[in-house]
């Protein structure tokens, strides 16, 4: 009952809970008088589009990369989208190139092109498939870690950003030199 007479409502309340019906019709008859009317004007359709030019010019801009100072988060972040998808496209052209023409993307064929091949141009293959694979495989588990509430801090981002550079970097020339 104290805040009812600090905010000055004791009357109204009072009111509301002993007259009800009028209460009711008060709110009514304030809706009713309240109400505007709203003119309507027709405009053509290309109206509509000078409209919206005119509005777009007064937005604003939102800024781009030239601003921000490149962070090692986004990076690895569009580094991970970017493997994904080539990953992807490598796989799916992969096999649809097999579906098409089974007798030259068989695994026997594709063998013997590899062992034809000179060495430097199997371990440049071999780098080139290995790194995508290596970073997107280990920024994945570091997404399944901060998935489950751990390196969540911007230091445990850092470092669990570099921890995967330097997993990539050990995981490329492993892989690289596998025979």
């Known amino acids: 009952?104290?805040?009812?007479?600090?905010?000055?409502?004791?009357?109204?309340?009072?009111?509301?809970?002993?007259?009800?019906?009028?209460?009711?019709?008060?709110?009514?008859?304030?809706?009713?008088?309240?109400k505007r009317s709203i003119q309507i004007q027709s405009l053509p359709p290309s109206a509509g589009q000078e409209i919206l030019n005119k509005q777009r010019l007064v937005r604003p801009s939102t800024p781009h990369f030239t601003i921000y100072q490149p962070q090692l988060t986004w990076?690895?972040?569009?580094?991970?989208?970017v493997t994904g998808v080539g990953l992807s496209v490598l796989l799916y052209g992969f096999s649809i190139a097999y579906l098409v023409a089974p007798g030259t993307f068989d695994s026997a064929?594709?063998?013997?092109?590899v062992a034809g091949l000179p060495e430097g141009v199997?371990?440049?293959?071999?780098?080139?498939?290995?790194?995508?694979?290596?970073?997107?495989?280990?920024?994945?588990?570091?997404?399944?870690?901060?998935?489950?509430?751990k390196f969540l801090s911007l230091k445990g981002a850092y470092v669990s950003g570099y921890i995967v550079l330097g997993a990539t970097a050990i995981s490329t020339v492993a892989l690289t030199l596998i025979k």
């Open 1 to 34: 009952m104290m805040s009812t007479r600090a905010l000055g409502l004791g009357p109204a309340l009072r009111k509301a809970a002993f007259f009800p019906n009028a209460t009711r019709k008060q709110t009514m008859l304030r809706n009713i008088v309240a």
């Open 75 to 81: 990076i690895a972040s569009i580094f991970n989208r």
């Open 109 to 113: 064929h594709v063998v013997e092109v």
């Open 122 to 149: 199997k371990y440049a293959g071999k780098a080139i498939l290995a790194a995508p694979f290596a970073f997107h495989s280990l920024n994945g588990i570091r997404h399944l870690s901060w998935d489950s509430i």
